[in-house]
T-cell receptor
Framework: AQSVTQLDSQVPVFEEAPVELRCNYSSSVSVYLFWYVQYPNQGLQLLLK??????LVKGINGFEAEFNKSQTSFHLRKPSVHISDTAEYFC?????????????FGAGTRLFVKA | DTEVTQTPKHLVMGMTNKKSLKCEQHMGHRAMYWYKQKAKKPPELMFVYSYEKLSINESVPSRFSPECPNSSLLNLHLHALQPEDSALYLC????????????FGDGTRLSIL
């Protein structure tokens, strides 16, 4: 079974600074990877996804992620963060289980952007 | 605005009550999901419906009973819940269940007295 590890539970950063949120997944023949964001009192919203092809994936709100198969990583980056980026970020992988595929979420990283 | 609509947004119920959570999507998605999310934790999968059939049940207690009346609707019937069942309950849908991202509703915040 797949697993996802988000290496940082909290990441504080100043506004307009760059940020990287780290994610590692367990190895698999084929893997589908996602980053979701959750703002307070809301559901999750897809930031970006990697299914195949180019290893650099661009998403919404200026975020991008790089798929690295040799390091089994899918780190999320943004060159300049805003106060409004303060939220919980979840890395996720699609995993085949009994009955079908399901999404396995990492524990989450709380991004806190300071003025 | 989210494309997955959940009602009610908040629900307070006693341990002997029966209530239902509702979820609706009109994106033509054929997979629908229920998740439970405790504070500061990731969503935990409860059930998956694929083409209106229950395909995954993550060993959820029988006091939670899912129902998929049609391809647009998903219900979660609640009965005799425990205080530890207090959480945010999220519904999601997707085109397929393997490589398609999920679209989430804003959830129902459930409190058990």
């Amino acid at each position: 079974a797949q697993s996802v590890t988000q290496l940082d539970s909290q990441v504080p950063v100043f506004e307009e600074a760059p940020v990287e949120l780290r994610c590692n997944y367990s190895s698999s023949v084929s893997v589908y990877l996602f980053w979701y964001v959750q703002y307070p009192n809301q559901g999750l919203q897809l930031l970006l996804k990697y299914l195949s092809g180019s290893t650099l994936v661009k998403g919404i709100n200026g975020f991008e992620a790089e798929f690295n198969k040799s390091q089994t990583s899918f780190h999320l980056r943004k060159p300049s963060v805003h106060i409004s980026d303060t939220a919980e970020y979840f890395c996720a992988v699609s995993d085949r289980g009994t009955g079908g595929f399901k999404t396995i979420f990492g524990a989450g990283t709380r991004l806190f952007v300071k003025a | 605005d989210t494309e997955v609509t959940q009602t009610p947004k908040h629900l307070v119920m006693g341990m002997t009550n029966k209530k239902s959570l509702k979820c609706e999507q009109h994106m033509g998605h054929r997979a629908m999901y229920w998740y439970k999310q405790k504070a500061k934790k990731p969503p935990e999968l409860m059930f998956v419906y694929s083409y209106e059939k229950l395909s995954i049940n993550e060993s959820v207690p029988s006091r939670f009973s899912p129902e998929c009346p049609n391809s647009s609707l998903l219900n979660l019937h609640l009965h005799a819940l425990q205080p530890e069942d207090s959480a945010l309950y999220l519904c999601a849908s997707s085109q397929g269940d393997r490589d398609q991202p999920q679209h989430f509703g804003d959830g129902t915040r459930l409190s058990i007295l």
